[in-house]
């Protein structure tokens, strides 16, 4: 592929920017960790050694070397544990951000595309969508839909496609009043044609911007309902079922606990920074503070 | 005693590694009451002496030899260069005053006039008691009726050429020894830049001021300034008093700028272009010899490699070029402006009586607030191969006009016509018969060409909409022939805008909007962005086109030179109404309407003895603006 100038110096700005390096290298060894949880991890995620509970990882005294994290309460190993939650985490992340991505961009090109009443609508349904505390939707949501991963995905981008709305819509208004839109409809170009091939790639960096944001979020929120049991099924190993198996023990064997919620801070801390780099690098000034100017 | 004198003044810059010079060894010389015009297209380096008087370069510019001693009324004489900077920020704006070139944007638009006006006073250490006299009394003088209701406003509540003389009025308000006016009247209407001018020199006059006065418009120095320098490429060419330089010019790019300005009187011929445009910075680190040798047509192989120095050739009058290769000017043909008219056959486009009111803004709640009537009511007709102009203040409905014609608007009332079908209502049946027939030219490159598109897909969008299909051969075939149509080298091919110069953008422009062989352009302020000498080469560019195609032209402009040069036709745009229409000849010589009239006499005319401008017109500019 060719790419212009911009679209490579872009690209060489991100590869030298040390919070996208960073970030990217923290999710990307999660990613190849979860994917090969199956081949890494020493254990079953299951597996249980009763004669084996809430042992210390491995560096502490009367650590062993089978349990590198450790186990938990059911003498399941921690370590395998945290590889198979970090799928669920980033399986989590990825389709839930890319879903509101897709849902909240769509619906912020449209508007600015067609504005009018199409515009006047969509923005009052961010308004009255905003309205609404985050958590209490989402557990309305849940409560409505039923537990279960999906069900956290979906309530994840029935919540968040307005962050990406709101922001998005603002900054393709100010593609909108470009002259080559104009010129694309003189052109020919059908209304898709000039949404897809002109006002997208002008919103993009913004877009790739926001997501890697959007998905530090999902991984909060999916940890928050496993934790209170909204997500997955508690037999899943997640990351948040294990903070909260590992609750009652947490004095005992702080490790239980501490382990899951350094994993947590990883992911989000990744998301974050790779998030923040991107906005510097692709230079698409202040993503979150600018839609209340529009 | 000079107010100030600039000697061997240099700028240097480091760029990527390597040192520019760019301004070199600059020598000029102001004295009280008299005004110096700097004259040079953009990026001659004209405001980079503004930012060396105020110490505000760009960071990585730095003043690398030279002095420029200022002396005020005290007759103390202090180098600008070398002296410490709270003294010098002691100077500014008091003994030095600075006029900008964006009047709106110079202003705090969260303060009143009097908030700031006050705050400037107060600097000068004017008493807290005084002040309102003072303000009311500098306001009048800049001819602002009414000034204690004024002084209340904000600054988005006046038109810019209220602001501008607002600006005016603080600038003089110190009785400054010195005045740096940087484009002043370029973001204004040529109507208000007559009395904006009239204002400036005024008060200088009176106050016996020295003033440096920094304009692009050559034809505009020589009415306002008493000397002239011209810059080319960061170094005076050409020094001397102003009426000699602009009617009697030596060096040869001076000689090419008068020529590539269209006169609003007499035979028209074709504009003399010179190739390319001024080199940019990085590409005078490598430039040998006479910076203009690679445009100058009277150069000789000395001129790329001995670097020309200013010389004396009759009293007070300064040229910077070899003594070998001052060339005589080359003889010029008529343009044939009328031959090519195809009168009789039918119009292909026929616009009725159209308007367009734009209805406010929707509030939260739907409803709408007041709305604008920006065409009123306008008529026209374009028949094959004709180029009409529309001429207007800024505001007065043109580029509405435009939008309506080609179905980016849908008109509130009127109907429209292409060749006899109504295309009145935009929808994709009045789109397609539009496509082929009728294509626009945007103002601004910048924001016309999307960035992420390369020229070959800029040139060929049109091939790119849904029906078309058309192979990605047929696509570079086309773009080949569509570059070298609009006389744009072919490796330009696979650049993207941001690697082109603003001539070439205008071009990729025209040669987009050429694509479907329409019959009609319509061009909105096509040429208003760019450098003279471009500028030309655009007007010859769209002359070319209708003598190989027989293109019609619909051309929108506020510049009457650039118009009358063009245009067999033209009509005159006051409030959104068409208050004038004719033949361009015609109407240049007997006027009707009283806008009309206002509007040709702002323009200052190439004769330096006509008066400019004349009093009486004045007041009927006032009483529309
Ligand atoms: N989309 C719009 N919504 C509301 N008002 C508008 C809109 N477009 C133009 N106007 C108003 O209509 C009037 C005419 O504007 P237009 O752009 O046609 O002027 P113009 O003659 O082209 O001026 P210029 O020389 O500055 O380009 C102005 O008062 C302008 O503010
Ligand atoms: S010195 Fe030579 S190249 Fe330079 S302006 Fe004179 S004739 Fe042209
Ligand atoms: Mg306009």
């Known amino acids: 592929m060719r790419l212009s100038p911009r679209a490579k110096a872009a690209w060489r700005r991100c590869l030298t920017n040390p919070r996208v390096v960073t970030g990217g290298v923290i999710i990307g060894l999660m990613a190849v960790v979860a994917v090969l949880a199956p081949w890494l991890a020493p254990h079953d995620p299951q597996e249980q050694d009763l004669l084996a509970t809430l042992l210390p990882p491995m560096w502490l005294a009367g650590g062993e070397a089978r349990f590198p994290f450790g186990t938990d309460t059911l003498g399941r190993c921690i370590a395998s544990r945290l590889m198979y939650g970090a799928r669920i985490a980033l399986y989590v992340a990825v389709v839930a951000a890319t879903g509101a991505m897709i849902l909240g961009t769509l619906l912020a090109i449209v508007a600015a595309y067609f504005g009018g009443w199409v515009d006047w609508l969509i923005s009052r349904a961010i308004e009255v969508w905003m309205a609404f505390p985050p958590v209490v939707l989402a557990l309305i949501l849940l409560v409505g839909m039923g537990a279960g991963v999906n069900k956290v995905i979906l309530a994840i981008i029935v919540i968040d496609w307005t962050r990406f709305c709101r922001v998005i819509r603002s900054e393709a208004l100010v593609v909108m009043v470009r002259d080559y839109i104009a010129a694309a409809k003189l052109a020919g170009f059908s209304h898709r044609q000039i949404m897809l091939k002109e006002m997208l790639p002008a919103v993009l960096p913004l877009v790739i911007t926001m997501m890697s944001i959007e998905m530090g979020i999902a991984v909060i929120v999916e940890a928050i309902m496993s934790f209170v049991g909204l997500s997955v099924e508690p037999d899943v190993p997640a990351w948040g079922v294990m903070i909260a198996d590992a609750r009652q023990t947490m004095h005992q064997a702080p490790w239980g606990v501490v382990l899951p919620v350094g994993a947590i801070f990883l992911a989000v801390l990744a998301f974050n920074l790779l998030g923040d780099g991107l906005r510097r690098a692709l230079d698409t000034r202040l993503v979150l503070g600018r839609a209340e100017a529009a | ?625």
């Open chain 2, 1 to 625: 005693m000079m107010t100030l004198v600039a000697k061997g003044l240099s700028v240097s810059a480091r760029l990527a590694g390597q040192t520019v010079t760019v301004l070199r060894d600059l020598d000029f010389a102001i004295e009280p009451g008299k005004i110096l015009g700097l004259v040079g297209e953009s990026g001659a380096g004209k405001s980079m002496i503004g930012r060396v008087l105020a110490r505000s370069l760009p960071s990585g510019f730095v003043v690398s030899g030279g002095s420029l001693a200022f002396s005020a009324a005290d007759g103390k004489v202090r180098d600008l260069v070398a002296m410490d900077g709270a003294d010098l920020a002691r100077l500014l704006g008091d003994r030095i005053a600075f006029i900008p070139q964006e009047p709106l944007t110079a202003l705090n638009p969260l303060l009143t006039v009097r908030a700031q006006f006050d705050e400037h006073l107060a600097r000068l250490g004017v008493p807290a008691g005084d002040r309102i006299a003072r303000m009311i009394d500098a306001l009048t003088q800049v001819r602002l009726s009414a000034p204690q209701s004024l002084v209340e406003r904000y600054p988005f509540q006046l038109s810019g050429g209220m602001c501008q003389r607002v600006l005016i009025a603080m600038a003089f308000a110190s009785n400054p020894a010195l005045v740096v006016a940087d484009e002043p009247t370029t973001a204004l209407d040529v109507s208000t830049q007559a009395t904006i001018v009239q204002i400036m020199r005024g008060l200088q006059r009176d106050h016996a001021t020295a003033m440096l006065f920094i304009t692009h418009d050559l034809r505009l120095a020589a009415r306002v300034c008493d000397e002239i320098a011209v810059l080319y490429a960061g170094e005076v060419v050409e020094r001397g008093p102003a009426r000699i330089i602009s009617q009697d010019p030596q060096h040869p790019y001076t000689r090419a700028l008068q020529a590539a300005n269209p006169p609003l009187r007499g035979p028209l011929t074709r504009l003399v272009t010179l190739p390319d445009q001024m080199p940019g910075l990085s590409a005078l680190a490598s430039l040998q010899g006479c910076r203009f040798a690679p445009r100058c047509p009277t150069r000789d192989a000395s001129c790329e490699t001995a670097s020309p120095e200013l010389r004396l050739v009759a009293p007070g009058h300064w040229v910077c070029c070899a003594p070998a290769c001052s060339g005589s000017r080359p003889a010029v043909p008529p343009i044939t402006r009328r031959s090519a008219e195809a009168s009789g056959s039918e119009p292909i486009l026929v616009v009725d009586t159209v308007a367009k009111h734009y209805p406010g803004k929707r509030d939260w709640m739907g409803r709408r607030g007041q709305g604008v009537d920006a065409v009123k009511a306008a008529s026209l007709s374009v028949r094959p191969g004709e180029f009409v102009g529309i001429v207007g203040e800024s505001g007065s409905g043109k580029s509405t006009l435009a939008k309506l014609i080609m179905g980016l608007e849908a008109p509130t009332a009127g109907r429209i016509l292409i060749d006899g079908h109504d295309v009145t209502a935009p929808s994709s049946a009045t789109r397609s018969i539009r496509l082929g027939t009728l294509q626009m030219v945007f103002q601004d490159p910048q924001s016309a060409l999307n960035p992420r598109r390369p020229v070959e897909r800029l040139v060929t969008q049109t091939m790119e909409a849904a029906r078309s299909g058309a192979s990605d051969a047929e696509r570079l075939a086309r773009a080949t022939a569509l570059l070298a149509e609009t006389g744009l080298p072919p490796e330009l091919i696979n650049r993207y805008p941001a690697q082109l110069s603003g001539g070439q953008k205008q071009r990729v422009n025209i040669a987009r909007a050429l694509c479907v062989t329409p019959r009609l352009l319509v061009a909105d302020e096509i040429v208003s962005g760019l450098d003279v000498s471009v500028q030309a080469q655009i007007l010859n560019l769209l002359l070319d086109l209708r003598t190989e195609r027989g293109i019609g032209l619909v051309f929108i402009s506020h510049d009457l030179a650039v118009v009358r040069y063009l245009c067999t036709r033209m009509l005159v745009m006051h409030q959104g109404v068409v208050v004038e229409e004719g033949e361009t000849d015609a109407i240049f010589a007997r006027p009707q309407h009283p806008y009309t009239r206002a509007l040709l006499a702002a323009a200052p005319p190439d004769e330096l003895d006509s008066p400019w401008p004349p009093a009486p017109v004045q007041e009927t500019l006032d009483a529309t603006a």
